[in-house]
């Protein structure tokens, strides 16, 4: 029985408006803009976390990456004759950053080397990654056949390789490849698993495996290929010593990440002479994503506060004149026996409908924009149900408080003054 | 209580007691009531008369529970309603009171059912007992044919007809007319007074303000009014 009441006050309310259809629709214009502009930010917002967060996972949330990097000055040296470049961190890195840390769970030491593999006929470029299971921990991939590196592996000194999918399937054909010979340079390994892989960059950080790796125990690849890389070029040996190229580092709880990784970004600056090394933070994407997001929050909810504000003050005036312009019916009402605040009802649900229905009009236009935004700009938006309930009841919101002055004006009206005649 | 309650239901249904009602138009003070005693039969037909200026709509406004007195008491039904405050007088015209005005005043963007309904959505009636009852009320004034017109598709005599329509949607006992026949040609009037003389036959209590004298002899009671007090009651109806 109420429920209907209400519906039918909701519907005599549309009638009302749909007596001046122009006029409701101009009045909304401030109200669609507005909502327009919440979802359009919160979807903006939410994409710009959930792209930092996927590519956080992708990283490893409690992650910190340290990669060696070649420093301008020996770039420079490197390309005038046959030259030694000595750089990147060492394996006296690895340990003193393992031990001098206990926030630190565990690391992981990356070692890499370039060499053709060759499974029967068929070759591929490949990038050994001579580590220990630790990667495993830390670069979370699905294992897709057999299984990862072990200790033993390390400790027997076995010649055992584990593929991408990728190298798998350019090498053969994927379950069988277990158990293969894997020729890599002028040594077998024998192929122990096939685990997924990523590559490529995940905001400015590029991601720790690639999808020509083959995984080899430590140990193993510098058994067999040293810490010396040559590289021929146009009549020039290129030739590099690098203990390691990459040291991942996993601390117990996410609020270690970052003065864990101020740590070793000093200690390694404290041994070594040049800067041939970065300390990359995962973490830092979602500061990053963080700030886009309070761009837009700043840009567009102006935009949303303005606009609402005004549709807000239209809708009054809209309503103000109605009052004016309805004072007679007003008295009809009253005399006939409305109460007060049965008049409220009827000019605040009047009210509510016109902003709800400049909302729902603002979603429609506000569910564009996102589109647009990830059209042209390439920003990764989300549209949630958040983002299209909050705009509904911020409409709702800005019907009630820029209604109800007209409403209460509306039920003051004395019946005897409109209802003289003159 | 009782006793009183029960004399005033009995016979008489609108008391006033030295009811006054007083404006104060800058330092000078109006007596629109100046000081009333006087009491309205139930089932009885009033026409109230007078110059203009005397007071007729301030003791129809009164009466009708529009408006309140400066002093003096207003007793309906047994209940002294000076006291009340807007809600309850609200309710008291809901519940018991029909208005008929010159100018009819229906809600032009209404149609004639939702107009007659009018007090039905405020009693808190269904849209389809409420329809039923404007179709009832519409043929007994003539309009059955009109329900979905707006008033301003129908001439005067007719609005009039929805008004009376619309004051008798909610049973009331007293039906407030201020100058039903106003602005109506002399026949037409005629039509709407003999309506009101039917619904009196029936039982209810009619208070009427009106200028013609051929209008006000279809009462029962003339009361005559000047400067805010009785000047005389004619007619024993
Ligand atoms: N709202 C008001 N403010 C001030 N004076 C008023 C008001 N309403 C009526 N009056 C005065 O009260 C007196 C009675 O008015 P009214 O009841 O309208 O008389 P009638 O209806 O008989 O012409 C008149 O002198 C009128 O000027
Ligand atoms: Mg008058």
Redesign the interface.
Known sequence: ?HQ??IV?NILLGIE?LL?HKLRSLLTTLGIVFGVGSVVAMLSVGEGASKEAMDQIRKLGSNNIIVSAIKSIDDEAASTTHSHMSIYGLTYEDHVRVAESFDTIRQTAPVKLVRKEGRLRERALELRIVGTTPEWFELVRRPVLAGRVLLESDEEDQLAVAVLTEFGARRLLAAESTIGQSLRLGSDYFEVVGIVKSESGQAGNIQIPDEQIDAYIPIGVARKYFGDITTRRTAGTREREMVDLHQIIVQVGSIDDVEPTAAGIENMLGNFHKKKDYLVSVPLALLRQAEATKRTFNIVLGSIAGISLLVGGIGIMNIMLASVTERT??I??????????R?IIGQFLIETVVLSIIGGLIGIGLGVLVPFMITYFAGMATVITVGSIVLPLVISFGVGIIFGLYPAVRAANVD??VA???E | MSAEAESGCDGKIVQLEDARKIYQMGNQAVNALAGITLSFARGSFWAIMGPSGSGKSTMMNVLGCLDHLTSGRYVLEGQDVSTLDDDSLSELRLRLFGFIFQSFNLIPQLTVQRNIELPLYYLGWDAHHSAARAKELAEKVGLEERLNHHPTELSGGQMQRVAIARALANEPEIIFADEPTGNLDTATGEQILRLLVELNEQGKTIIMVTHESYIAAHAGRRLHMLDGLVERIEGDG
């Open positions: 029985m209907i009441k039918r009302n007596l007679q019916e008295g009809i009402r009253r005399a006939i026996g409305a109460k007060r049965q019946p005897i209802l003289r005649h």
